[in-house]
């Protein structure tokens, strides 16, 4: 079956402690991205990738990192989780560098920071 | 700056109710328009696509207009059931990023 995978889906941690959302997608897509959900403001990008080795910041990109080493992963990374990067946490994949094309998205990961 | 609003923020129907819900942005220079579903536990999915040249787009019960000039886009649902019920979000693909900019979307209950 074609489709994004995240884990973890849930995850409770404390301030300062690194920790790595992983996100795989198995339909040989160029693009992958992350997104933030909070509520009221929406879905808003944190990072995206549009080949392997190439990443860009979306609009919130503060306190997160990324890598595109091989093309089916796109680890987010918190190196120092804080409060207000508690969130739902979605990765997303589509075919070629085209907006054009449709966005798969995984299940999501629900992360509290304590 | 795109920005995308939806209306109502929640709707609550009887089941059986044809519905509107309504998307609007700020700027008409989009690529596209699409609108998502998405579930509690589970991801977002894709419902229509509207390429920016395109009045509609239909699929089953779902029926999605978009009106460039105006800044507006509605999704039709017909006859709505209580699967219906769940988060439906329509995000704008603006000409000059390749960024999706969502809507903060609209929270639907079909109670039987």
């Known amino acids: 079956e074609a489709q994004v995978t995240q884990n973890p889906r849930y995850l409770i941690t404390v301030t300062g402690k690194k920790l790595t959302v992983t996100c795989s997608q198995n339909?040989?897509?160029?693009?992958m991205s992350w997104y933030r959900q909070d509520p009221g403001l929406g879905l808003r990008q944190i990072y995206y990738?549009?080949?392997?080795?190439?990443?860009d910041k979306g609009d919130v990109p503060e306190g997160y990192k990324v890598s595109r080493k091989e093309k089916r992963n796109f680890p987010l990374i918190l190196e120092s989780p804080s409060p207000n990067q508690t969130s739902l946490y979605f990765c997303?994949?589509?075919?070629?560098?085209?907006?054009?094309?449709?966005?798969?998205f995984g299940a999501g990961s629900r992360l509290t920071v304590l | 700056k795109q920005e995308v609003t939806q209306i109502p923020a929640a709707l609550s129907v009887p089941e059986g109710e044809n519905l509107v819900l309504n998307c609007s942005f700020t700027?008409?220079?989009?690529?596209?328009l699409q609108w998502f579903r998405q579930d509690p536990g589970k991801g977002l999915t894709s419902l229509l696509l509207?390429?920016?040249?395109?009045r509609e787009q239909t699929s089953g019960r779902l029926n999605a207009s978009l009106d460039k000039s105006s800044g507006r886009s509605t999704l039709y649902i017909a006859a709505s059931q209580p699967g219906d019920s769940a988060t439906y979000l329509c995000?704008?693909?603006?000409?000059?990023?390749?960024?999706?900019?969502f809507g903060t979307g609209t929270r639907l209950q079909v109670f039987p």
């Open positions: 700027d008409s220079a989009i690529y596209n």
């Open positions: 339909m040989n897509h160029e693009y």
């Open positions: 995000a704008v693909l603006s000409y000059n990023t390749d960024k999706l900019i």
């Open positions: 509207i390429q920016s040249s395109q």
């Open positions: 990738s549009m080949n392997v080795e190439v990443t």
């Open positions: 997303a994949s589509r075919i070629g560098s085209s907006g054009a094309n449709v966005l798969t």
